[in-house]
């Protein structure tokens, strides 16, 4: 659905509605970011803008949003955790971690706006104020090493068709072995095969990696691409479904559901899991943190202690390998 039809009917002014335009397309066109994140921002600002038009209950305009006061702020933040009595984009209550996103959407827009005007300055720095909700630490659920192979063996069998098995255990190990999201790994196209030693992966926010690609994976993918029995351009995803249409990530979750339901494995065996399960498996065998920082496209090492799952003596022995200070001594 096109964010802007969200808007439809709601008392909100034509030219707030064409700076909320001119900021969607900054985000894609500009920033570069993703079409999950530029959705979920832009569904963020529809829904501030319809809450503020009900909160008001007036029109919105531009000046209401240059006037915007940090009270106005939490108690959007605080609606957010309700069962709304009014329509909007969120029916239900958000975690904490998707209003964490929602502050940044706004902020984002602000920031934007204030590019144009000095007016905006004010209500920047009203929202600069607001308080993010806290998200409990949490490690993500990786697969257990003995149990790859097991998953891989079940994924190949939930289909009765070659080529579908070869194409369900390449995009297996591209998540695996390489540590890719399931989008990178399905943008994959027939050109790339070309040359396999390695991949440039467009990552979050347009941020490009380089990624080694072993002599496994390697095999798998040409098998793959040997059987397709499509034609596909070079400048093609590799990746497809059953009738020859690009693949989509629901396609390769459904099969993987499957396998790990007959496994009888957690819920928390998912295509994302394989990633974590990548970077988990890859430090507990003594892997560098900096490493594998740079092979998931993270941009702070921070973020790639808590994504992995790894005990605290293997994490140790790493920091202690890999620090200077410590090795002079």
């Not at 080694?212 to 400048?235: D, F, N, T």
Request: with cysteine; net charge positive.
């Amino acid at each position: 659905m096109n964010f802007l039809d969200l808007l439809e009917g709601k008392q909100i002014d034509q030219s707030l509605i064409q700076n909320y335009k001119d900021w969607a397309v900054y985000l894609k066109d500009i920033k570069g970011f993703s079409q999950n994140t530029y959705n979920s921002y832009s569904y963020d600002l529809a829904d501030f803008l319809i809450f503020l038009n009900h909160y008001k209950a007036s029109i919105i305009t531009n000046n209401d949003i240059i006037k915007l006061e940090l009270k106005t702020l939490r108690a959007w933040l605080s609606d957010l955790t309700l069962e709304r009595n009014y329509l909007n984009i969120y029916k239900k209550p958000l975690s904490a971690r998707s209003r964490r996103r929602t502050i940044s959407s706004l902020k984002n827009f602000l920031k934007f706006m204030k590019t144009r005007s000095d007016a905006y300055d004010k209500p920047f720095s009203q929202i600069i104020l607001l308080k993010s909700p806290k998200i409990p630490k949490s490690l993500p659920k990786s697969i257990q090493e003995n149990q790859i192979a097991l998953l891989l063996s079940e994924l190949e069998a939930v289909s009765k068709k070659s080529w579908i098995k070869k194409r369900n255990k390449a995009l297996f190990y591209l998540l695996y072995g390489c540590g890719l999201r399931i989008n990178e790994a399905l943008s994959l196209t027939l050109l790339q095969t070309k040359n396999l030693s390695s991949l440039i992966i467009m990552g979050k926010g347009g941020k490009e990696r380089l990624v080694p690609v072993l002599e496994i994976v390697q095999s798998a993918i040409r098998e793959y691409v040997i059987s397709l029995p499509y034609k596909i351009a070079e400048s093609q995803s590799i990746f497809i479904g059953d009738r020859g249409s690009p693949m989509q990530a629901r396609t390769f979750q459904r099969d993987l559901k499957e396998a790990r339901i007959n496994l009888g494995l957690p819920k928390t065996s998912t295509p994302h899991s394989l990633r974590h399960s990548f970077a988990t498996h890859l430090l507990k065998n003594g892997g560098d943190l900096r490493t594998i920082q740079e092979l998931l496209g993270h941009s702070s090492l921070s973020t790639t202690e808590i994504y992995t799952e790894v005990d605290e003596v293997n994490l140790e022995k790493t920091y202690r390998k890999s620090n200077p200070s410590i090795n002079e001594d």
